[in-house]
């Protein structure tokens, strides 16, 4: 059974309070409350090699990339509390307690744990997600693409230049954009996606109502990207019954009013717990766990403040136990016009894979790519 949306944005609740304390102290206040946890410390190569070996670090979802440290995050009638620490560390202090013990186990196991492939790609390595807009006013490129012909161009040239995905979509959902109908929406998108099939891409849908996924699918879209994350009408019985690779994202409200004072305890923890339910009723209406990508939706009902904290949180999904994907670029939190954002744009995209993010989604492919390239050379130097 589907569930709604219920995350618009609560103007009138100020945030709850922020507590950091040491590893004990934050032990016997968590019992009430699972804590999640985010990976830290994030290391490579031998180095990383050899404190797996050791029991120092663990191996982050099954990739090349370890973690020595966790934060652990949970919620008390106060608020929301944090404390840092080693493995090592806290393996001792919880191996007495069995109960908390199996929690922690079970909170990093969800971290370790290799991820399946998902439409069709292994996430051992990180993927780019090329942004087509076929929109007279998406915040970027509004009408650049907006006829047929010079969106299936710019496809193929995102392709060329390495995206693994094309990511296509007919709707704004820019702040203050206002929605089409999902005939137009279709009408925009269907020849790009016909064409960019028929030449071999891989193609994702940015859409969030059931009839367009639909008619993208039959075009020859095969993963649906949905900033509702399946919360609309018949979205999420579609999905399922296509068995189509899903990404859920987060939002606070509706494009044309998400930006009007989002509020949130910790952000990153929030998000985690809404995207934790999303995948819990996906799983429950016949969507397997490994068909999920989750995106925190940066710049959908969040502040700066959030965006960036989210960002520096970002390994905390990894404890959902499905891949990440994570699209900040050219957005308006990076500062100065949209064309001057690449530098941004590229800084938050390796910070996101340093952190075991899978999957990212951009505009300028080919930039992403060699920063990529050099990140993974530094990664394996001896």
Not at 108 to 117: A, D, E, I, M, V
Not at 301 to 318: C, D, F, Q, V, W
Request: net charge neutral; glycine share 8%; hydrophobic share 50%.
């Amino acid at each position: 059974m589907e569930t709604p949306n219920n995350n618009a944005a609560a103007v009138t609740i100020p945030p709850r309070e922020y507590t950091t304390m040491d590893l004990s102290t934050f032990l016997s206040a968590a019992m009430v409350c699972a804590p999640r946890v985010r990976p830290l410390a994030t290391i490579t190569g031998p180095v990383a090699a050899a404190a797996v070996g050791s029991g120092a670090a663990q191996w982050l979802a099954g990739s090349a990339r370890a973690f020595a440290a966790v934060e652990l995050l949970s919620r008390t009638k106060d608020g929301v509390i944090s404390t840092a620490t080693p493995l090592p560390a806290l393996h001792h202090a919880v191996k007495r307690e069995p109960a908390l013990r199996a929690t922690i186990e079970d909170a990093l196991h969800q971290l370790t744990q290799p991820r399946p492939r998902w439409a069709g790609f292994a996430l051992d390595r990180p993927l780019v997600m090329g942004i087509l807009n076929v929109t007279p006013d998406s915040f970027s490129d509004g009408g650049r693409f907006a006829d047929p012909a010079g969106a299936i161009a710019h496809g193929r040239a995102l392709i060329d230049a390495g995206a693994d995905i094309v990511d296509i979509g007919g709707e704004s959902t820019r702040p203050g954009a206002l929605p089409v109908t999902p005939d137009d929406e279709f009408a925009r998108i269907e020849p790009v996606i016909k064409a960019l099939a028929a030449a071999g891409a891989s193609i994702s849908v940015d859409t969030r109502h059931a009839s367009v996924m639909a008619r993208a699918l039959e075009a020859g879209a095969r993963i649906i990207n949905d900033i509702a994350a399946l919360s609309h009408p018949g979205a999420m019985a579609l999905a399922a019954k296509m068995r189509s690779p899903v990404v859920l994202m987060h939002m606070q409200g509706e494009p044309a009013t998400m930006q009007q004072a989002p509020q949130y305890d910790l952000a990153s923890l929030d998000i985690a717990e809404f995207l934790d339910a999303r995948i819990a009723a996906c799983l429950s209406a016949g969507i397997a766990r490994d068909a999920i990508v989750v995106d925190p939706g940066i710049g959908f009902g969040k502040t700066k403040a959030h965006n960036l904290e989210i960002l520096a949180r970002i390994g905390l999904l990894h404890g959902l136990g499905t891949g990440v994907l994570v699209g900040a670029s050219r957005k308006s939190f990076l500062g100065g016009p949209v064309e001057t954002r690449l530098a941004g744009s590229l800084a938050i995209a390796i910070h996101a894979v340093q952190q075991g993010v899978q999957i990212v989604r951009v505009h300028d492919v080919t930039e992403t790519r060699a920063a990529f390239a050099l990140t993974e050379a530094l990664a394996a130097a001896p």
